[in-house]
């Protein structure tokens, strides 16, 4: 069974960083894609990065790009989200989630993924 648990969430004042951590199991990365989400107060789901584990393609929303950039580890089978120049609007959980399909030009659209993380919670202080 794939398994996804997110970690390094917390509280950071604004212009700091964090970085986010999905460890994957029950499966090898391979070239399914590998995904960052956040929903804040009030908002539907939001698309922040995707990566292609096996080739490294990436692939960033307009809204995050130059602030955040994702990577991952394929030995460790973790896939990272490193959030630079928080801002108090960066306030949501955030999921990690995965695919079945195999990369494409679908994996910026919610539906592409089958496996979800529980969430991280991140909190942006003024």
């Known amino acids: 069974q794939v398994q996804l648990v997110e970690s390094g969430g917390g509280l950071v004042q604004a212009g700091g960083s964090l970085r986010l951590s999905c460890t994957v199991s029950?499966?090898?990365?391979?070239?399914?894609?590998m995904a960052w989400f956040r929903q804040g107060p009030g908002k539907e789901r939001e698309f922040l990065a995707a990566i292609n584990p096996n080739s490294g393609n990436t692939d960033h929303a307009d809204s995050v790009k130059g602030r955040f950039t994702i990577s991952r580890d394929n030995a460790k089978n973790i896939v990272y989200l490193q959030m630079n120049s928080l801002k108090p609007e960066d306030t949501a959980v955030y999921y990690c989630a995965t695919e079945t399909a195999g990369w494409g030009p679908q994996v910026s659209d919610e539906s592409t993924y089958t496996y979800w993380g529980q969430g991280t919670h991140v909190t942006v202080s003024p």
């Open positions: 029950g499966r090898t990365f391979g070239s399914y894609a």
